[in-house]
């Protein structure tokens, strides 16, 4: 089906369009609430979970039949009730914590009452960091600098990765993104969005300049600032990561490389390498009571702490900081540049070297394997007899799926090897 606000595609039964966000029935894909308790469109109702223990609670419920946990009390500062998630009383304005709803300093990390730890983000990636951290541990942004000086970026560090094609290059992790003082209202923002989040002034990606809102080009570098969406036409800012139209996803960095990318940007200008996105799902990141930051898989629905960067449910690795589902020849994310979780491995049945998940070969035996569920199957399989996965033929270089009469990659263009 298709989500009917944006068009996208959404698997049967989804609730959650992985493209923007619309809240949807599983039953019927009519767009809902966030909050509805029922379905307008088919008259279905659903299940209100507890944010705790994720036990089935009602719209009356003012406490978690499961856990105890209570939804609305009564705040400590001027007894006005207010509701589990807020951080602060529509009445008085004083800090409250979202979890248990006690009585908060301005700047309290943590809760006295309940322990819950809020209020230092990475500005980065948005991964939870403690007070005492100096770098980010998900991304490795330096936080003391980005405080110090937020107008210089850190310097880049050079890591060494492992294309599809087997060869080996370097090429430069650019975290953290630079950021500056918008020149309209101040706010802190990343130059590489193009876009202050507060009060919208557009900046160049490329160069920080600050423009018009209907300049086609920036005045300083005369980077080129509205596309078309190659996919649909629809017009972008040069750095869209994912057009709203039609989904199509836009390369932002260049994995062989590292050359940062705006635009179309479907083959990079330093090294020619072809750039391709088409079909990426993208994730989606949820608060949980506004202070725990969650991903929902794109690929199976599975909701984890977004630090961790590898779907519980289904093993896909996910940016943690754009949400891009990552291929497996990949170690930093194409889009945004960020480094990813590493590939989870897997014993191999055959000689119980580690192998990397979802890959249809064991590096150390040779011995072809199932991609879903690991098993070995026989060289001409088309099918695993343990779990059903089709098992077909993927080209080295993009990662996409190939015909076995292909002679080269019908969306890449590089030429297979004759034993393919």
């Not at 160049?204 to 570098?221: I, N, Y």
Request: glycine letters at 10%; a negative charge.
């Amino acid at each position: 089906m298709n989500c009917p606000t944006c068009s996208h595609e959404v698997e049967p039964g989804g609730d959650l369009c992985p493209n923007c966000g619309q809240a949807l029935c599983p039953e019927c894909g009519a767009a809902i609430d966030e909050n509805a308790t029922a379905c307008m469109n088919c008259g279905i109702e659903f299940d209100l979970l507890c944010p705790r223990c994720e036990g089935v609670v009602t719209m009356h419920d003012e406490v978690c039949p499961s856990c105890g946990l209570r939804f609305v009390f009564p705040c400590p500062h001027c007894g006005v009730e207010v509701n589990i998630g807020d951080d602060s009383c529509p009445a008085c304005g004083g800090d409250i914590c979202p979890e248990c709803g006690a009585a908060l300093e301005p700047d309290d990390p943590s809760c006295p009452e309940c322990g819950a730890v809020f209020g230092f983000v990475c500005p980065k990636c948005a991964a939870a960091v403690a007070p005492e951290d100096t770098a980010c541990p998900n991304c490795g942004a330096v936080l003391e600098e980005l405080e110090m000086d937020a107008t210089l970026p850190a310097p880049a560090a050079v890591v060494s990765v492992a294309l599809a094609d087997g060869t080996g290059v370097a090429v430069q992790d650019f975290a953290p993104l630079r950021s500056m003082p918008c020149p309209r209202c101040g706010s802190e923002l990343f130059v590489e969005d193009g876009m202050c989040p507060m009060c919208a002034q557009i900046i160049c990606p490329r160069c920080g300049t600050a423009v018009a809102d209907d300049a086609q080009s920036c005045p300083a570098c005369q980077l080129p600032l509205v596309f078309s969406c190659p996919g649909c036409g629809f017009e972008l800012m040069a750095a869209t990561g994912v057009c709203p139209d039609c989904g199509r996803s836009f390369m932002r960095v260049c994995p062989r490389c590292g050359e940062r990318l705006f635009g179309a940007a479907q083959r990079c200008g330093n090294c020619g390498r072809e750039l391709h996105l088409e079909g990426r799902l993208v994730a989606d990141f949820v608060d949980v009571a506004g202070v725990l930051a969650m991903t929902v898989c794109p690929a199976c629905k599975t909701k984890y702490p977004r630090r961790e960067g590898v779907c519980p449910g289904c093993q896909a690795r996910i940016c943690s900081q754009c949400g891009l589902m990552i291929d497996h020849a990949e170690e930093a994310c194409p889009r945004c540049g960020a480094a990813v979780a590493p590939l989870p491995t897997f014993a191999c049945p055959a000689c119980g070297g580690a192998v990397g998940a979802g890959s249809g070969e064991c590096p150390h035996c040779a011995a072809p394997l199932c991609p879903q569920c690991g098993g070995v199957v026989s060289e001409d399989a088309t099918e695993c007899f343990r779990c059903g996965a089709q098992i077909g033929l993927y080209c080295p270089e993009c990662g996409r799926e190939v015909g076995e009469d292909d002679e080269a990659c019908p969306y890449c263009g590089i030429a297979f090897e004759m034993d393919l």
